[in-house]
Nanobody, 122 residues
Framework: QLQAYGGGLVQAGDSLRLSCATS????????MGWFRQAPGKEREFVAA????????IYADSVKGRFTISRDYGGNVVYLQMNSLKPEDTAVYYC?????????????????WGQGTQVTVSS
């Protein structure tokens, strides 16, 4: 029900845009989030957007560099990543929350997509 794509291999300072396609049933009234997991590390919150796009929240590590948004229909969620750093290297996952409110807690997200790999070389 969720499919993330857009990852790739880039150099430090480059940009990438990740997309997450969802079904209307999965996302229309749900907040959406992006998480990431680097090798040997736990999954961590990256960004989230409320059901109507009105509120966004970010991890401190990406604030000012990443932007989360969703299309008018709410069925596609984007993560624009600018000024990428090697420490941004991870598998990125999109997820649909159980509520309309954007949260940082993984346990509040019920649907998870397959990840997309982002690799940033120095």
């Amino acid at each position: 029900q969720l499919q993330a794509y857009g990852g790739g291999l880039v150099q430090a300072g480059d940009s990438l845009r990740l997309s997450c396609a969802t079904s209307r049933r999965t996302s229309s009234n749900n907040a959406m989030g992006w998480f990431r997991q680097a090798p040997g590390k736990e999954r961590e919150f990256v960004a989230a957007v409320s059901w109507n796009g009105g509120r966004t929240i970010y991890a401190d590590s990406v604030k000012g560099r990443f932007t989360i948004s969703r299309d008018y229909g709410g069925n596609v969620v984007y993560l624009q990543m600018n000024s990428l750093k090697p420490e941004d290297t991870a598998v990125y996952y999109c997820a649909a929350a159980t509520s309309t409110v954007a949260t940082t807690l993984a346990r509040t997200y019920k649907f998870w997509g397959q990840g997309t790999q982002v690799t940033v070389s120095s």
